[in-house]
Protein backbone atom coordinates (compact mmCIF):
# COMPACT_ATOMS: atom_id res chain seq x y z
CA UNK A 1 0.00 0.00 0.00
CA UNK A 2 1.87 3.34 -0.94
CA UNK A 3 -0.35 6.90 -0.20
CA UNK A 4 -2.85 7.88 1.32
CA UNK A 5 -6.82 7.63 2.49
CA UNK A 6 -8.31 10.91 3.54
CA UNK A 7 -11.69 9.26 5.12
CA UNK A 8 -9.63 6.76 6.88
CA UNK A 9 -11.56 7.72 10.13
CA UNK A 10 -15.22 6.99 8.68
CA UNK A 11 -13.84 3.63 6.88
CA UNK A 12 -12.18 2.66 10.43
CA UNK A 13 -16.10 3.20 12.11
CA UNK A 14 -17.61 1.02 9.54
CA UNK A 15 -15.21 -1.61 9.72
CA UNK A 16 -15.57 -1.69 13.60
CA UNK A 17 -11.84 -0.82 14.05
CA UNK A 18 -9.31 1.73 15.77
CA UNK A 19 -8.00 3.91 13.49
CA UNK A 20 -5.53 1.54 12.32
CA UNK A 21 -2.56 1.59 9.97
CA UNK A 22 -3.16 2.61 6.18
CA UNK A 23 -1.93 -0.88 5.11
CA UNK A 24 -4.23 -2.85 7.55
CA UNK A 25 -6.97 -0.61 6.61
CA UNK A 26 -7.26 -1.18 2.93
CA UNK A 27 -6.65 -5.17 3.49
CA UNK A 28 -9.83 -5.15 6.38
CA UNK A 29 -11.56 -3.11 3.27
CA UNK A 30 -10.74 -5.51 0.52
CA UNK A 31 -11.87 -8.87 2.76
CA UNK A 32 -15.12 -6.67 3.77
CA UNK A 33 -16.38 -5.56 0.84
CA UNK A 34 -14.21 -6.95 -2.30
CA UNK A 35 -14.18 -5.93 -5.37
CA UNK A 36 -16.24 -2.82 -4.39
CA UNK A 37 -13.64 -1.13 -1.18
CA UNK A 38 -12.17 1.36 -3.30
CA UNK A 39 -15.79 2.65 -4.12
CA UNK A 40 -15.63 3.57 -0.37
CA UNK A 41 -12.66 4.94 -0.16
CA UNK A 42 -11.20 9.20 -0.82
CA UNK A 43 -7.86 9.26 -1.45
CA UNK A 44 -4.81 8.91 -3.16
CA UNK A 45 -2.93 5.65 -3.20
CA UNK A 46 -1.88 2.22 -5.34
CA UNK A 47 -2.22 -1.38 -3.67
CA UNK A 48 -1.06 -4.91 -4.27
CA UNK A 49 -3.14 -7.40 -2.09
CA UNK A 50 -2.68 -11.08 -2.23
CA UNK A 51 -6.49 -12.77 -1.80
CA UNK A 52 -6.79 -15.99 -0.05
CA UNK A 53 -7.38 -18.49 -3.49
CA UNK A 54 -3.46 -16.84 -4.15
CA UNK A 55 -4.45 -14.57 -7.40
CA UNK A 56 -2.85 -10.62 -6.94
CA UNK A 57 -5.59 -7.76 -6.32
CA UNK A 58 -4.24 -4.38 -7.63
CA UNK A 59 -5.56 -1.38 -7.49
CA UNK A 60 -5.23 2.60 -7.72
CA UNK A 61 -7.81 5.34 -7.08
CA UNK A 62 -9.25 7.70 -9.29
CA UNK A 63 -8.17 11.11 -10.92
CA UNK A 64 -4.60 11.24 -8.77
CA UNK A 65 -2.55 8.20 -7.90
CA UNK A 66 1.39 6.94 -7.42
CA UNK A 67 2.18 4.92 -10.77
CA UNK A 68 1.88 1.07 -10.72
CA UNK A 69 2.94 -1.14 -13.81
CA UNK A 70 3.33 -5.26 -13.94
CA UNK A 71 4.15 -8.22 -16.22
CA UNK A 72 2.59 -11.09 -15.61
CA UNK A 73 2.58 -14.71 -17.44
CA UNK A 74 1.70 -18.07 -16.42
CA UNK A 75 4.86 -18.74 -14.02
CA UNK A 76 5.90 -15.23 -12.55
CA UNK A 77 3.73 -12.09 -11.86
CA UNK A 78 6.47 -9.07 -11.17
CA UNK A 79 5.06 -5.50 -9.83
CA UNK A 80 6.37 -2.51 -9.29
CA UNK A 81 6.17 0.96 -9.45
CA UNK A 82 8.70 1.73 -12.27
CA UNK A 83 9.44 -0.35 -15.04
CA UNK A 84 13.40 -1.21 -14.49
CA UNK A 85 12.36 -3.23 -11.56
CA UNK A 86 10.48 -5.05 -13.69
CA UNK A 87 13.55 -5.82 -16.04
CA UNK A 88 15.77 -6.47 -12.93
CA UNK A 89 13.13 -9.30 -12.31
CA UNK A 90 13.96 -10.79 -15.67
CA UNK A 91 11.24 -8.99 -18.16
CA UNK A 92 12.83 -8.16 -21.44
CA UNK A 93 13.49 -4.61 -22.52
CA UNK A 94 11.58 -4.18 -25.62
CA UNK A 95 9.71 -1.38 -26.60
CA UNK A 96 6.22 -1.44 -27.68
CA UNK A 97 6.08 0.64 -30.64
CA UNK A 98 2.74 0.62 -31.28
CA UNK A 99 2.75 2.36 -27.81
CA UNK A 100 5.13 4.74 -28.36
CA UNK A 101 3.72 5.77 -32.08
CA UNK A 102 0.43 6.33 -30.32
CA UNK A 103 2.68 8.68 -27.98
CA UNK A 104 3.71 10.61 -30.75
CA UNK A 105 0.16 10.86 -32.24
CA UNK A 106 -1.62 12.43 -28.84
CA UNK A 107 -3.75 8.83 -28.83
CA UNK A 108 -4.74 8.48 -25.07
CA UNK A 109 -7.22 5.58 -25.39
CA UNK A 110 -5.00 2.82 -24.54
CA UNK A 111 -5.08 3.77 -20.92
CA UNK A 112 -3.13 0.56 -19.57
CA UNK A 113 -0.43 -0.59 -22.42
CA UNK A 114 2.49 -0.30 -21.00
CA UNK A 115 5.66 1.16 -22.74
CA UNK A 116 7.37 -1.90 -23.61
CA UNK A 117 6.34 -5.03 -24.58
CA UNK A 118 4.78 -7.77 -21.99
CA UNK A 119 3.92 -4.66 -19.89
CA UNK A 120 1.28 -3.18 -18.42
CA UNK A 121 0.02 -0.45 -16.23
CA UNK A 122 -3.02 -0.21 -13.84
CA UNK A 123 -5.43 2.22 -14.91
CA UNK A 124 -6.53 5.08 -12.42
CA UNK A 125 -10.08 3.95 -11.08
CA UNK A 126 -9.27 0.24 -11.57
CA UNK A 127 -8.96 -2.99 -9.91
CA UNK A 128 -6.55 -5.75 -11.63
CA UNK A 129 -6.87 -9.42 -10.82
CA UNK A 130 -3.95 -11.44 -12.07
CA UNK A 131 -3.91 -15.06 -11.71
CA UNK A 132 -1.22 -17.49 -14.00
CA UNK A 133 -1.39 -16.14 -17.37
CA UNK A 134 -4.30 -13.87 -17.16
CA UNK A 135 -5.33 -10.68 -16.08
CA UNK A 136 -8.83 -9.15 -15.32
CA UNK A 137 -9.39 -5.57 -15.38
CA UNK A 138 -12.39 -4.33 -13.69
CA UNK A 139 -12.99 -0.64 -14.12
CA UNK A 140 -14.95 0.95 -10.99
CA UNK A 141 -14.92 4.58 -11.97
CA UNK A 142 -14.90 6.59 -15.74
CA UNK A 143 -15.04 10.41 -15.36
CA UNK A 144 -16.53 10.77 -18.32
CA UNK A 145 -19.56 8.13 -17.77
CA UNK A 146 -20.80 10.19 -14.44
CA UNK A 147 -24.14 10.84 -13.78
CA UNK A 148 -25.69 14.30 -14.93
CA UNK A 149 -25.97 16.98 -12.60
CA UNK A 150 -29.38 18.82 -12.81
CA UNK A 151 -29.27 21.74 -10.23
CA UNK A 152 -32.25 24.21 -10.18
CA UNK A 153 -29.98 27.09 -10.81
CA UNK A 154 -26.55 28.36 -11.34
CA UNK A 155 -26.78 29.75 -7.10
CA UNK A 156 -27.41 25.87 -6.58
CA UNK A 157 -24.71 24.54 -8.92
CA UNK A 158 -22.29 27.59 -6.53
CA UNK A 159 -23.25 26.35 -3.40
CA UNK A 160 -22.66 22.65 -4.15
CA UNK A 161 -19.46 23.25 -5.21
CA UNK A 162 -18.21 25.59 -2.14
CA UNK A 163 -19.42 22.28 -0.28
CA UNK A 164 -17.49 20.13 -1.46
CA UNK A 165 -15.06 22.67 -1.69
CA UNK A 166 -15.14 22.83 1.95
CA UNK A 167 -15.76 18.91 2.25
CA UNK A 168 -11.98 18.35 0.36
CA UNK A 169 -10.47 20.65 2.10
CA UNK A 170 -11.63 19.46 5.50
CA UNK A 171 -10.16 15.83 3.96
CA UNK A 172 -6.92 17.03 3.23
CA UNK A 173 -6.05 19.11 6.23
CA UNK A 174 -6.65 16.04 8.33
CA UNK A 175 -3.60 15.07 10.38
CA UNK A 176 -1.53 18.07 9.72
CA UNK A 177 0.18 19.81 11.63
CA UNK A 178 1.98 22.29 9.61
CA UNK A 179 0.00 22.42 5.83
CA UNK A 180 1.50 24.56 3.55
CA UNK A 181 0.25 25.69 0.06
CA UNK A 182 1.31 26.05 -3.37
CA UNK A 183 0.10 29.02 -4.62
CA UNK A 184 -0.05 30.74 -7.81
CA UNK A 185 -1.34 34.04 -9.07
CA UNK A 186 -4.16 32.64 -10.57
CA UNK A 187 -7.80 31.33 -9.64
CA UNK A 188 -7.63 27.89 -8.54
CA UNK A 189 -5.37 28.02 -5.79
CA UNK A 190 -6.19 30.98 -3.92
CA UNK A 191 -9.66 29.72 -4.01
CA UNK A 192 -8.13 26.86 -1.91
CA UNK A 193 -5.90 28.83 0.03
CA UNK A 194 -8.75 31.05 1.04
CA UNK A 195 -10.91 27.61 2.12
CA UNK A 196 -7.40 26.34 4.02
CA UNK A 197 -7.59 29.45 6.29
CA UNK A 198 -11.29 29.34 7.22
CA UNK A 199 -10.43 25.55 8.30
CA UNK A 200 -7.18 26.20 9.90
CA UNK A 201 -7.16 27.59 13.77
CA UNK A 202 -7.45 31.12 13.94
CA UNK A 203 -3.90 31.78 15.35
CA UNK A 204 -2.47 29.41 12.96
CA UNK A 205 -0.46 30.96 10.22
CA UNK A 206 -0.51 29.26 6.15
CA UNK A 207 2.77 28.77 4.20
CA UNK A 208 2.51 29.47 1.05
CA UNK A 209 5.52 28.88 -2.02
CA UNK A 210 5.22 30.50 -5.13
CA UNK A 211 7.92 29.56 -7.93
CA UNK A 212 8.72 32.97 -9.67
CA UNK A 213 11.16 33.68 -13.13
CA UNK A 214 14.82 34.36 -12.26
CA UNK A 215 16.56 37.92 -12.04
CA UNK A 216 17.71 37.56 -15.37
CA UNK A 217 14.29 37.14 -17.41
CA UNK A 218 13.52 39.72 -19.56
CA UNK A 219 9.99 40.32 -18.85
CA UNK A 220 8.76 39.17 -22.52
CA UNK A 221 5.07 37.81 -22.43
CA UNK A 222 2.38 37.46 -24.56
CA UNK A 223 -0.66 39.68 -24.42
CA UNK A 224 -3.09 38.53 -22.06
CA UNK A 225 -0.26 36.94 -20.28
CA UNK A 226 1.37 37.50 -17.12
CA UNK A 227 4.80 35.77 -16.45
CA UNK A 228 4.85 36.46 -12.61
CA UNK A 229 3.16 35.29 -9.95
CA UNK A 230 4.58 37.74 -7.62
CA UNK A 231 2.24 40.87 -7.58
CA UNK A 232 -0.65 39.41 -7.94
CA UNK A 233 0.04 36.52 -4.79
CA UNK A 234 1.03 39.80 -3.12
CA UNK A 235 -2.26 41.34 -3.38
CA UNK A 236 -3.99 38.07 -2.32
CA UNK A 237 -1.58 37.79 0.90
CA UNK A 238 -2.51 41.86 1.58
CA UNK A 239 -6.34 40.29 1.66
CA UNK A 240 -5.14 37.50 4.30
CA UNK A 241 -2.60 38.62 6.94
CA UNK A 242 -2.58 34.59 8.29
CA UNK A 243 -1.08 34.32 4.82
CA UNK A 244 3.34 33.79 5.12
CA UNK A 245 4.10 33.97 1.20
CA UNK A 246 7.41 32.89 0.11
CA UNK A 247 8.59 33.55 -3.51
CA UNK A 248 11.24 30.80 -5.01
CA UNK A 249 14.00 32.10 -7.49
CA UNK A 250 15.50 29.27 -9.24
CA UNK A 251 17.97 30.79 -11.61
CA UNK A 252 20.04 27.33 -11.75
CA UNK A 253 17.23 25.18 -12.79
CA UNK A 254 16.84 25.14 -16.47
CA UNK A 255 13.99 23.78 -18.44
CA UNK A 256 15.47 19.70 -18.33
CA UNK A 257 16.06 20.37 -14.44
CA UNK A 258 16.02 17.03 -13.09
CA UNK A 259 14.69 15.54 -16.20
CA UNK A 260 16.65 12.33 -16.43
CA UNK A 261 16.14 11.57 -13.00
CA UNK A 262 11.99 11.92 -13.96
CA UNK A 263 12.81 9.77 -17.29
CA UNK A 264 14.84 6.80 -15.36
CA UNK A 265 11.83 6.44 -13.03
CA UNK A 266 9.12 6.58 -16.02
CA UNK A 267 11.80 4.12 -18.72
CA UNK A 268 10.82 6.71 -21.47
CA UNK A 269 10.01 10.12 -22.17
CA UNK A 270 6.78 11.28 -23.06
CA UNK A 271 4.98 13.47 -25.33
CA UNK A 272 3.51 15.87 -22.36
CA UNK A 273 6.77 16.07 -20.59
CA UNK A 274 6.91 19.26 -18.79
CA UNK A 275 9.19 21.53 -17.62
CA UNK A 276 9.27 20.62 -13.43
CA UNK A 277 12.03 23.35 -12.14
CA UNK A 278 9.15 25.19 -10.51
CA UNK A 279 7.21 21.75 -8.41
CA UNK A 280 10.54 21.01 -7.13
CA UNK A 281 11.69 24.43 -5.56
CA UNK A 282 8.49 24.05 -4.39
CA UNK A 283 8.67 20.82 -2.99
CA UNK A 284 11.74 21.44 -1.24
CA UNK A 285 11.05 24.64 0.16
CA UNK A 286 7.93 23.21 1.68
CA UNK A 287 10.53 20.10 3.29
CA UNK A 288 12.89 22.85 4.68
CA UNK A 289 10.59 24.47 6.56
CA UNK A 290 9.14 21.98 8.21
CA UNK A 291 5.96 21.74 6.56
CA UNK A 292 4.26 18.23 7.02
CA UNK A 293 1.56 18.38 4.27
CA UNK A 294 1.85 20.48 0.59
CA UNK A 295 -2.17 20.94 -0.34
CA UNK A 296 -2.23 22.51 -4.22
CA UNK A 297 -5.49 22.90 -6.92
CA UNK A 298 -3.86 20.28 -9.20
CA UNK A 299 -7.49 19.58 -10.36
CA UNK A 300 -9.20 23.37 -10.23
CA UNK A 301 -9.18 23.85 -14.13
CA UNK A 302 -11.15 20.56 -14.82
CA UNK A 303 -13.77 21.00 -12.27
CA UNK A 304 -14.55 24.66 -10.24
CA UNK A 305 -12.93 26.73 -12.71
CA UNK A 306 -13.08 25.00 -16.28
CA UNK A 307 -12.31 27.32 -19.02
CA UNK A 308 -15.59 27.81 -20.37
CA UNK A 309 -15.12 27.19 -24.18
CA UNK A 310 -18.93 25.50 -24.14
CA UNK A 311 -19.78 29.40 -23.57
CA UNK A 312 -19.14 30.69 -27.59
CA UNK A 313 -21.23 27.67 -28.70
CA UNK A 314 -24.20 28.54 -26.26
CA UNK A 315 -24.73 32.03 -25.95
CA UNK A 316 -24.93 31.46 -29.83
CA UNK A 317 -27.38 28.62 -29.49
CA UNK A 318 -29.26 30.34 -27.13
CA UNK A 319 -29.64 33.49 -28.54
CA UNK A 320 -27.84 35.60 -25.91
CA UNK A 321 -26.14 37.59 -28.40
CA UNK A 322 -24.77 40.29 -26.36
CA UNK A 323 -22.94 38.14 -23.98
CA UNK A 324 -21.54 36.53 -27.27
CA UNK A 325 -20.63 39.40 -28.68
CA UNK A 326 -18.87 40.75 -25.27
CA UNK A 327 -16.81 37.72 -25.14
CA UNK A 328 -15.68 37.68 -28.38
CA UNK A 329 -14.68 41.28 -27.85
CA UNK A 330 -12.80 40.78 -24.63
CA UNK A 331 -10.59 38.06 -26.30
CA UNK A 332 -6.43 38.88 -25.67
CA UNK A 333 -4.67 39.07 -28.84
CA UNK A 334 -7.62 37.82 -31.48
CA UNK A 335 -7.44 40.46 -34.18
CA UNK A 336 -10.15 38.44 -36.20
CA UNK A 337 -13.20 40.21 -37.22
CA UNK A 338 -16.03 39.27 -35.32
CA UNK A 339 -17.18 37.16 -38.04
CA UNK A 340 -14.69 35.38 -38.09
CA UNK A 341 -14.53 34.65 -34.36
CA UNK A 342 -18.16 33.22 -34.41
CA UNK A 343 -17.78 31.26 -37.45
CA UNK A 344 -14.52 29.56 -35.82
CA UNK A 345 -15.23 29.47 -32.03
CA UNK A 346 -19.27 28.94 -32.63
CA UNK A 347 -20.18 27.63 -35.58
CA UNK A 348 -17.09 25.33 -36.73
CA UNK A 349 -17.58 23.93 -33.25
CA UNK A 350 -21.08 22.13 -33.88
CA UNK A 351 -20.52 20.88 -37.29
CA UNK A 352 -19.78 17.16 -38.06
CA UNK A 353 -15.94 16.21 -37.45
CA UNK A 354 -15.50 15.51 -41.10
CA UNK A 355 -16.88 18.49 -42.29
CA UNK A 356 -15.13 20.85 -39.63
CA UNK A 357 -11.97 19.06 -41.04
CA UNK A 358 -12.46 20.16 -44.79
CA UNK A 359 -13.54 23.71 -43.56
CA UNK A 360 -10.15 23.68 -41.35
CA UNK A 361 -8.28 22.60 -44.36
CA UNK A 362 -9.69 24.93 -46.92
CA UNK A 363 -9.42 28.22 -45.07
CA UNK A 364 -5.54 26.95 -43.17
CA UNK A 365 -4.24 24.57 -45.85
CA UNK A 366 -0.78 25.50 -44.24
CA UNK A 367 -2.05 23.54 -41.18
CA UNK A 368 -1.02 19.77 -42.09
CA UNK A 369 -2.19 17.05 -39.68
CA UNK A 370 -0.73 14.71 -37.52
CA UNK A 371 0.76 12.83 -40.61
CA UNK A 372 3.60 14.49 -41.00
CA UNK A 373 4.63 12.89 -37.98
CA UNK A 374 4.85 9.58 -39.91
CA UNK A 375 8.46 9.81 -41.11
CA UNK A 376 9.46 9.37 -37.11
CA UNK A 377 7.50 6.39 -36.77
CA UNK A 378 8.69 2.99 -37.72
CA UNK A 379 7.30 2.27 -40.75
CA UNK A 380 5.85 -1.25 -39.15
CA UNK A 381 5.15 0.87 -35.97
CA UNK A 382 3.06 2.78 -38.37
CA UNK A 383 0.91 0.23 -39.67
CA UNK A 384 0.15 -1.34 -37.43
CA UNK A 385 -1.01 2.16 -35.37
CA UNK A 386 -3.07 2.13 -38.62
CA UNK A 387 -4.71 -1.05 -38.63
CA UNK A 388 -5.73 -0.35 -34.94
CA UNK A 389 -7.50 2.57 -35.97
CA UNK A 390 -9.16 0.73 -39.23
CA UNK A 391 -10.48 -1.54 -36.90
CA UNK A 392 -11.91 1.12 -34.19
CA UNK A 393 -9.05 0.13 -31.86
CA UNK A 394 -7.58 3.38 -31.38
CA UNK A 395 -7.21 6.38 -33.59
CA UNK A 396 -4.55 9.32 -34.55
CA UNK A 397 -6.96 11.92 -35.38
CA UNK A 398 -6.54 14.52 -32.96
CA UNK A 399 -8.01 18.05 -32.31
CA UNK A 400 -6.46 20.05 -29.46
CA UNK A 401 -10.02 20.80 -28.54
CA UNK A 402 -12.82 18.69 -27.60
CA UNK A 403 -16.32 20.05 -29.40
CA UNK A 404 -17.82 21.02 -26.35
CA UNK A 405 -21.20 22.27 -27.74
CA UNK A 406 -23.09 23.74 -24.68
CA UNK A 407 -23.08 24.49 -20.97
CA UNK A 408 -24.38 20.88 -20.25
CA UNK A 409 -21.51 18.43 -21.30
CA UNK A 410 -19.97 20.59 -18.99
CA UNK A 411 -21.90 19.94 -16.29
CA UNK A 412 -22.57 16.33 -17.25
CA UNK A 413 -19.10 15.69 -16.60
CA UNK A 414 -17.75 18.88 -14.29
CA UNK A 415 -17.06 17.38 -10.53
CA UNK A 416 -19.93 18.58 -8.88
CA UNK A 417 -22.06 15.60 -7.51
CA UNK A 418 -21.72 14.48 -4.35
CA UNK A 419 -22.25 11.21 -5.57
CA UNK A 420 -23.23 9.94 -2.19
CA UNK A 421 -23.77 6.35 -4.26
CA UNK A 422 -19.97 5.54 -3.61
CA UNK A 423 -18.86 8.19 -1.78
CA UNK A 424 -15.79 9.32 -3.44
CA UNK A 425 -16.66 13.19 -3.11
CA UNK A 426 -12.81 14.55 -2.58
CA UNK A 427 -11.63 12.21 -5.27
CA UNK A 428 -14.66 13.99 -7.85
CA UNK A 429 -13.32 17.37 -6.80
CA UNK A 430 -10.11 16.76 -6.00
CA UNK A 431 -9.53 20.39 -5.12
CA UNK A 432 -7.10 19.90 -2.79
CA UNK A 433 -4.48 17.04 -1.91
CA UNK A 434 -1.57 16.54 0.04
CA UNK A 435 1.43 15.83 -2.18
CA UNK A 436 3.75 12.70 -1.53
CA UNK A 437 6.83 13.72 -3.75
CA UNK A 438 9.53 13.92 -2.31
CA UNK A 439 8.13 11.27 -0.03
CA UNK A 440 9.45 13.34 3.14
CA UNK A 441 7.36 16.38 2.34
CA UNK A 442 4.24 14.30 3.88
Not at 39 to 44: A, C, D, E, K, V
Not at 380 to 387: I, P, Q, S, V
Amino acid sequence: MHGWIDNASDIAIELGMQRADVSLLYATAVERWGIEADRRLIGSYCSVVELPDGSLRLSRSPWTAPPLVYANDSNHAVIASVPRALFAAGVPQRLNLPRFADNLFFNLTLTDEGWFEGTWRVPQGAVVTLTPGRRDVHRWYDPVAVSPVRLPSDDAYLEAAESLLGEATSKALSGAQRPAMALSGGLDSPIVAAEVLRRLPPEQVLRTFTAVPAKSWDGVVAPGLYGDEQPWVERFAAMHPRLRPTFLDRPGGGFDDRADDMMRAMGIGTRNFCNLQFFHAVFEAARVAGCDRLLDAEMGNDSFSNDARWSYVEFLRTGRWRQLKRLLAARADDTRPMWRKVASLSLLRVMPAALRQAVRSLVHPERRGFEDLWHVVAPAAAERLALRERRGEGTVKFEYWRPVRSSSDTRTSAPISKRRRSGRALNKFTASRAATWPPTVR
